[in-house]
């Protein structure tokens, strides 16, 4: 166990927690700002917006969430400032304990949309993929059955936290689910950590998305992430289309890919 992680298991939650929101402060306080101060297409309402904030760190508080307040204020700024005429759900491809599942669900009753969530909810699939060191430094491993939250876990924090009404959940593998998904999609968010699982995600949900929604990952920060989501080859050859312009990819954990769908050159 690394000595981050020893001191994290030591350290009296309500502290860990008063850590990590000074530490990430001036980040957060920028994000929280941009979503509260200036208004979205959506036509929420600046206390509308202010809640939303107030509710993430209460969320944060009682739901471990591996994200920052910074990564999730901007996809929800994202989402409520998408052009009305972007048509479709909002999918989250790995949800954990449910934390951003609750936020992203608050999210969609703002925005009018639906929630649907995959997720095995027993863990990272069988795997030999070869991981390490993010841009930051930390090691990361994900072996098969690490970070498993149960569906009824993940339910009950979206029902105390959130908005049940809004969620729809697809228990299984991605790779088993996500083929016969047919609804219009306008966002993606995904928390996959593997390769194979990013490329399920990508190969089986981008090309369906609407021109103009957004695809996030939130793994821009390990290697073999960036590999993937660097490559032409895999997005002319497996997804079908050009590579799409990327903000973020290497420089911090969320990265931002515009849904334009540029047939691939043949």
């Known amino acids: 166990m690394s000595l981050r992680h020893r001191i994290k298991s030591h350290t009296p939650w309500p502290l860990h927690y008063l850590y990590r929101k000074v530490y990430y402060f001036p980040k957060d306080f920028v994000a929280a700002c941009?979503?509260?101060?200036?208004?979205?297409?959506t036509g929420t309402t600046f206390a509308e917006r202010a809640a939303l904030v107030r509710k993430f760190y209460s969320i944060s508080y009682y739901v471990d969430c591996p994200h920052t307040e910074h990564e999730i204020l901007t996809i929800a700024r994202r989402i409520l400032d998408l052009d009305p005429?972007?048509?479709?759900?909002?999918i989250?491809?790995?949800?954990?304990?449910?934390?951003?599942?609750?936020?992203?669900s608050l999210v969609a009753k703002l925005s009018h949309r639906t929630l649907d969530v995959?997720?095995?909810?027993e863990g990272m699939p069988e795997n030999r993929e070869m991981h390490g060191k993010s841009i930051y430094?930390?090691?990361?491993?994900?072996?098969k059955?690490?970070?498993?939250?149960?569906?009824?876990?993940?339910?009950?924090?979206v029902t105390r936290y959130g908005v049940a009404s809004v969620a729809r959940y697809h228990k299984g593998w991605f790779s088993e689910t996500m083929p016969g998904f047919?609804?219009?999609?306008?966002v993606v968010c995904v928390n996959a950590d593997l390769v194979q699982s990013t490329k399920d995600c990508v190969k089986n949900l981008y090309p369906r998305m609407e021109r103009g929604g957004i695809f996030f990952s939130q793994d821009g920060h390990f290697p073999w992430i960036i590999s993937l989501l660097k490559d032409d080859a895999f997005w002319e050859k497996e997804v079908g289309v050009k590579k799409p312009p990327m903000e973020g990819l290497g420089a911090s954990k969320l990265v931002t890919i515009r849904a334009d769908r540029r047939p691939a050159m043949r």
């Open 92 to 104: 989250e491809a790995g949800a954990f304990h449910g934390g951003s599942t609750a936020k992203l």
């Open 34 to 41: 941009a979503l509260v101060f200036h208004g979205t297409r």
């Open 137 to 143: 430094g930390r090691e990361h491993h994900f072996p």
């Open 182 to 186: 047919r609804e219009k999609i306008a």
């Open 145 to 157: 059955g690490s970070h498993a939250v149960g569906l009824d876990e993940v339910k009950g924090n």
């Open 85 to 90: 005429g972007v048509e479709g759900t909002i």
């Open 118 to 121: 995959f997720d095995s909810f």
